[in-house]
């Protein structure tokens, strides 16, 4: 298999006390949230950050599944035809839903589980390459986001979690600090999946700088990112009250 290359998101230090998240975006451009930005987040988004969390539905994502399914992911080449299908129902909210399972995602399952012994014996240790890979034997226009999720599972220290709500989210906070950013509306390539996690890495660094003891973990800050993402699109675009992007805009300097 080909050599693993780095690929993962990080912080890197700057001139003097100044750090940043950087990575390289879809436009081709270097996006780096510098400490001040990353401070102003974190200030903004910490008195509400236990309660957006709290209102993640845990009902839909049941916690000891993803825990099950990420477990059994450690050793992908034993990976069974029902952890993938565990894993995918969770992804997608449909663990209670039985019978009322769509049939695209139906069909999404069956694919996976007929194709996953050829897919991991042929995977790259890096998680571009494995994206590349899963997306021309797998995916599709429309398996981004599933494509993705099980290039998490596969690498789960470097690649988060994504979707349209916190992909979402993250361009709208990223813009509260820098309003000349303007984003995408959807996910669609491996650079937005390391956009996410370069705003984890930069919330955690930020958060600990403030205050170590609470930082929050990057589960919470998914869940809170999905929950505000969410929350944003019903209220078409309009910030959660308190508004976190609203208190940010207001502490600039």
């Known amino acids: 298999m080909p050599m693993a290359t780095r690929t993962a998101a990080k912080i890197e230090p700057r001139s003097g006390q100044r750090r940043s998240v950087s990575v390289r975006g879809s436009t081709g451009t270097d996006i780096g949230l510098t400490a001040n930005e990353s401070a102003r987040i974190v200030r903004a988004i910490r008195p509400t950050f236990a309660d957006i969390v709290a209102k993640f539905d845990v009902n839909k994502y ?20 029902d ?64 494509v993705a999720f099980i290039v998490h599972l596969l690498h789960q220290d470097q690649i988060p979690i994504i ?30 999946i390391l956009l996410v996690a370069a705003f984890v890495a930069s919330i955690i660094a930020g958060w600990r700088q403030q205050d170590a003891a609470t930082c929050p973990t990057p589960r919470s800050i998914d869940q809170f990112l999905m929950v505000y993402g969410k929350k944003l699109k019903t209220r078409h675009n309009k910030h959660l009250q308190p508004s976190a992007a609203g208190v940010i805009m207001s502490r600039r300097g």
Do not use: C, M
């Open 62 to 81: 049941p916690a000891d599944v993803y825990e099950r399914v990420r477990a059994a992911f450690s050793n992908p080449g034993q990976v069974s035809g």
């Open 83 to 146: 952890v993938l299908r565990d894993a995918l129902l969770w992804k997608y909210g449909h663990l209670r839903k039985s019978g009322r399972i769509p049939q695209t995602h139906r069909r999404l399952i069956r694919d996976l589980q007929g194709k996953w012994s050829s897919l991991v014996q042929d995977l790259p240790l890096s998680p571009d390459l494995a994206f590349r890979l899963l997306k021309t034997r797998f995916g599709g226009s429309t398996r981004f986001i599933t």
């Open 163 to 192: 979707d349209q709500h916190n992909f979402r989210a993250v361009n709208a906070l990223i813009r509260g600090v820098r309003p000349s950013w303007s984003g995408k509306k959807r996910p669609s390539q491996f650079e937005d």
